[in-house]
């Protein structure tokens, strides 16, 4: 039996709390009866200190740069294993035999075709508007062409609208990127992987046919798995706060969608490639940039540096740094862009601010530079980001709906409004 405790002496009286132990020993004071013993509640600012929820799918050790998912290292996983192997792994808790690998696929396949009503949605939005935009009005609307999403309450229901939705996806993403740049949309084909099929999506056009290229596939799979999961980041805090009241997978997904196209969760890989395109055409030096981030009374950020939870370098960035410099390599691919980044990173690692601060290069750092080598234009890159992340947000989705000690998620505040008032008494 667990005897680990933690005692709060309020007002003379100690109470006593139990201290929960995760698998790698992480401990947590289980604070469930607090209010109900001692009236109080907690305070903490954005989470920084709060356990929200138990879960078996992802491990994360900031302070040792350990990411896992169900158990594996990231780099047993990372260019090892294709997307599609690890999306399996992290919704079923194990890799896929060979049987469940045909099946995933067969259905992936089988659900890739959107409503074909659905594609008149896409003339509403306006010539420009940004593909995370669209993808997640467009992931909301599904709810609507599949409203049985509402009803499920059957595991092999909640399976395959989690198998339509990722296979769904990639479809509106790269129609979303045909519309904002005027170009017919491409079908899915079913002869094509998970990765292929999205390239010939994005890339193939009427006059000129794409031809697949295994390394950019091979490239493609890596990131995707990189961008898989990652514990109770805020997109999928979203998506559980959201779940939490049983609104249906679609909705959920496209809230996720939206809490990661902020700068500063997913939508920092385009605002990494902003920043380094100003530095070039504004020749400021390395050393002026980091003064600017330095500054507190100037709102920069070294955008891809820095994270709530990595305090020394993030695995995935580290992953795909050498990704990207065998990538370019091959594809014979020189980026001035990738020349600053590795500069910025280096002077930033050495500037005692970066080093007192536990400030590396976070995922967003290399991954713009590695999507612009494979062709993919910069308004996709958060999409690119929501395309890896969704087994992850599906995932914790499911592990939500599964608990049984689940309830809607519903925080308290400390109220520092105005005392009571009558209208009476103020001048109208
Ligand atoms: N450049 C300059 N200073 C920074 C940076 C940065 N990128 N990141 C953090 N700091 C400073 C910050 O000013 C603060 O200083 P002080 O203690 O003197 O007030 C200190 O470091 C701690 O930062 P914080 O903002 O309290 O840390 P946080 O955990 O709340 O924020 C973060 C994490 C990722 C939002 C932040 O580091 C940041 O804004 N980074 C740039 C945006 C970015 O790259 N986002 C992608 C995150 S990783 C992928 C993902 O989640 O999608």
Same mark, same amino acid.
């Given at each position: 039996m667990n005897t680990d405790h933690a005692d709060v002496i309020y007002q003379g009286k100690t109470h006593t709390f139990p201290v929960v132990t995760g698998t790698e020993g992480e401990k947590a004071i289980d604070i469930s009866s607090l209010r109900r013993e001692t009236g109080l509640v907690t305070y903490d600012n954005s989470y920084q200190n709060t356990a929200a929820c138990h879960s078996a799918i992802t491990y994360i050790d900031g302070e040792r740069g350990i990411l896992r998912y169900r158990g594996y290292p990231i780099e047993d996983i990372a260019g090892k294993t294709t997307f599609v192997d690890t999306a399996y792994l992290l919704l079923h808790g194990e890799f896929p035999g060979k049987e469940q690998r045909a099946l995933f696929s067969r259905k992936l396949t089988e659900y890739s075709l959107v409503h074909e009503d659905m594609i008149h949605f896409f003339d509403g939005f306006p010539r420009g508007a940004h593909p995370m935009h669209i993808l997640s009005t467009m992931i909301n609307a599904l709810a609507t062409f599949y409203p049985n999403v509402d009803l499920l309450s059957l595991q092999e229901d909640i399976d395959s609208s989690a198998t339509r939705l990722i296979s769904m996806v990639r479809t509106l993403a790269a129609f979303a990127y045909k519309k904002s740049i005027g170009e017919p949309m491409v079908y899915p084909r079913h002869n094509l992987s998970y990765c292929a099929n999205f390239l010939n999506m994005m890339f193939h056009s009427p006059v000129k046919p794409y031809e697949i290229d295994q390394d950019i596939v091979d490239v493609l799979n890596l990131l995707l798995v990189l961008h898989a999961d990652h514990e109770q980041n805020c997109s999928t805090t979203t998506v559980r706060i959201i779940g939490s009241a049983q609104v249906n997978l679609y909705a959920t997904i496209s809230a996720g969608i939206s809490a990661l196209s902020g700068p500063l969760h997913g939508g920092a890989n385009q605002e990494v490639m902003n920043? @380094?395109?100003? $530095?070039?055409?504004?020749?400021?030096t390395i050393d002026a940039v980091l003064r600017r981030a330095k500054d507190k009374a100037d709102p920069f950020r070294l955008m891809g540096f820095g994270h709530r939870i990595y305090k020394t370098y993030d695995p995935r960035a580290r992953i795909i740094k050498e990704a990207c410099d065998k990538a370019l390599k091959k594809m014979r691919v020189s980026d001035p @862009?990738?020349? $600053?980044?590795?500069?910025l990173e280096q002077k930033a690692l050495a500037?005692?601010?970066?080093?007192?601060?536990?400030?590396?290069?976070?995922?967003?750092?290399?991954?713009?530079?590695?999507?612009?080598?494979?062709?993919i234009p910069e308004n996709m890159f958060t999409v690119m980001f929501a395309l890896g992340r969704l087994p992850g947000w599906i995932a914790h989705w499911n592990e939500m709906l599964r608990d049984k000690d689940r309830k809607i998620a519903r925080p308290r505040q400390i109220y520092t409004g105005l005392p009571l008032r009558h209208c009476n008494e103020s001048p109208r």
């Open positions: 920043m @380094l395109r100003q $530095i070039r055409d504004s020749n400021a @862009l990738l020349e $600053i980044a590795i500069e500037d005692e601010y970066f080093v007192s601060k536990h400030l590396y290069p976070n995922v967003d750092f290399y991954s713009g530079i590695i999507y612009r080598a494979l062709g």
